[in-house]
């Protein structure tokens, strides 16, 4: 065969194809496009936009229109700016079954809700790679609680929430063989492997999590997913790919059906049969960990004991209903009658009917089984398709006026159509190659519409280059209108998935300032100076220290020896907004911490070598920052130098201890 | 009073860029940071990124070729350029200018007219797969799922590879695909 690679590279003296397509003034940013993101100094945005940070682990909060980064919260991954999973009282909330895990893959992010509307409590996000559902608490905008879930691999269906923040759910991406035939060759994945949807109950007060049951379901690859709404509450969607049940080279071989399957899941009714205690119980370990606000300190506990369903033994709850091809988004529409289905190598978008799928189910019009679920008909529970909507169709989100908004990855555009008469309404293009997309209150019974924001999986020529690596693009559209406008174009952070985003008046008002410190029961909390002390036990030495402008109490210590273990409780006494202050020792392999108002912190540290060494605070605090600081003295092991520790001892003698002062 | 005056400057400045991009055959490098930063570019997709160190895309390697230059019209009568300078990953059979030619006389320029452009579409949509098919994983039969009108059948005899009847004649790899160049249009089945 003749190869056309050198010729072709002879040839390529041509430059990069460039285009001059017609330009009309809908097509670009127009003039009033500044004035709609304009937020004045000193103002407020109107929206809080929760943005997964994908393989950064965290989760970025923008205030929309603006598009200003207002914060970003650790969640899987360590974090030394704050010290986020490298203070004591942290590090738990990074412990899983495998140990302490510094990163994961955050994709997805729920905002609670009652009532089908998003109520400003919480916020849900998921660990793809180590399964894990987190929930951040929006009064104190930290990570509160992380579960870890068993008998899971990449937890990508996750986290969506029903409309009570009932259950979030957690479908599994790879299928596994599970506990008790766990090594078996890959080869055998249709005989051995399995997927799993796990169901985590929430407290409606506390916000905790715990996973009641798991459903143990065909080795297909679980995509995402959305509970139904109104009338279709009581009904989790999810889509899967791979039902070919492929183990190499899926970009060939899950590719090969014409159709993969929505998957209808009645919770309701796996809830009443969980309740009868059937099911079996499966011993498969899990971390819980919880942060407590009281003790400023997290617990993680290994737990065990899954209550496990198999999806074939669970007749009449569970139903699989045909969709082109490879289908990626699952997402039910604000009456919660349609559910949309983006099948990412799909010519057309289906539209699924709630009403007209119960119908298929009570008339049993179904085209058999697969292993062993009922197949529904396509047509019997289809309300429609969109005719070629665009390429590569992903995920769909929804506006207050009965219009869809779908994201086209292979063709790089946001495609908006209506949902009634499912005809194309306009289509914008995006920079370049979104994934997710989203729109205020979107997921929601009531969306609040207004802004839709895109976001790429490449960003190339957008912004002034940086290197190989560029920060990933979002694009900010106005949607008030018939036509869809772009209003602007920011960076994010890692790598974006999905986001949400939400009224800011129902978060901004119930924020908390600093925490009182009457009420920090850290067990090492120094509550004023006067009770700051250094306690040696073996060669564990506990510095009970307090931090206020512009000093640390106590500010010299000696008597510390190789070979101990010190821990610095850091107290912040300040009872003022916005005056955290930071913490670090030179030479520690450790970050900063960095000690909110009424916080108790706590710093770990091995002295690695004899000598003087310096302390300090890292957050400018007041005038006087740069004044404030601390010298802790290294002495050999076996030293017969006294444990003495001060604060403003003017004398020139070596500090002095407590015991001496009485 | 004052926005209005803002609003002339803008358009002003949008109608400059219009002009300047359409002149210099898109942007050039650096062009959007040295001019207006308040109005956005026109609206050009991946395909305007000026780039010419980094592997070509299949457009580019279309482009590229002089004996595809039917096809690189047919593709920006279409519309397809920047949805084919996208991520993808593709599969392109490009047909060359020959066998364009085969078709009956003036089926390609009846084609290129603006109101075919929707059939058109569909045509070249009917050569091209989302997902990059190697030829050494190339089986005989094998049928591959296209954008748009279903499936094309590869056929592997004696070492020579076809699809729907058509002659693979060589292999073009691209950063976000592969190309294989086809000596014949190929035309997905009528419809039942």
Redesign the interface.
Known sequence: MKNYINYVAATLAIATLTQCKPKSASQVVTGDAASKVYVAPGKYDEIYNFVSGGFSGQLAVYGLPSARLLKVIPVFSQNPENGWGYSEETKPMLNTSHGFIPWDDLHHVALSQTDGLDDGRWVFVNGNNTPRVARINLKTFRTEEIIELPNSSGNHSSPFLTENSEYVIAGTRFSTPLEGNNDVPISTYKENFKGTISFIKIDPTSGHMSVPFQVVMPPFNFDLSRAGKGPSHGWFFFSCYNTEQANTLLEVNASQRDKDFVVAINWKKIEEYAKANKGRVTTSKYAHNIYDDKVHSATSTISDGIVQFDAAELKGMIYLMPCPKSPHGCDTDPTGEYIVAGGKLAATIPVFSFSKMLKAIENKEFDGEFAGLPVIKYESALYGEVPKPGLGPLHTEFDDKGNAYTSMFVSSEVVKWNIKDLKVIDRKPTFYSLGHLMVVGGGTKHPYGKYLVAYNKITKDRYLPTGPELAQSAQLFDISGEKMEMLSDFPTIGEPHYAQAIEASKIKDGQVRFFKIEDNQHPFVTKGEKESKVVRTGNRIDVYATCIRSHFSPDNIEGIQMGDEVYFHVTNLEQDWDVPHGFAIKGAAMAELLIMPGETCTYKWNPDRVGVVPFYCTDFCSALHQEMQGYMRVSPKGSSVKLVWSLGDFSSDAPVAPAEKK | MK?NV??LL??GA?ATI?FV??NS???KEGE??STDS???????????????QSQ?NV???A????DHTTL?AAV?AA?L???L?????FTVFAPTNAAFAKLPAGTVEGLLVPEKKETLQEILQYHVS????KLE?LKDGQQI?E??GGKVTIGVKD???TVNGAN??????ASNGIVY?IDQVIFAPAKK
Do not use: H
């Open positions: 926005k803002f609003r803008l358009t949008f219009v991009a359409c055959e898109g942007k959007q940071a308040t109005t956005a570019p026109a609206v050009v997709g991946q395909s305007g990124v000026v780039d010419d070509k457009v580019g390697v482009v590229g070729s002089p690189v920006k519309e350029v920047d949805a300078s996208n991520a993808g990953p989302v997902g990059v098919y994983n799922d954008v748009f070492g020579k590879y693979i004649v060589a292999t073009v790899p160049v």
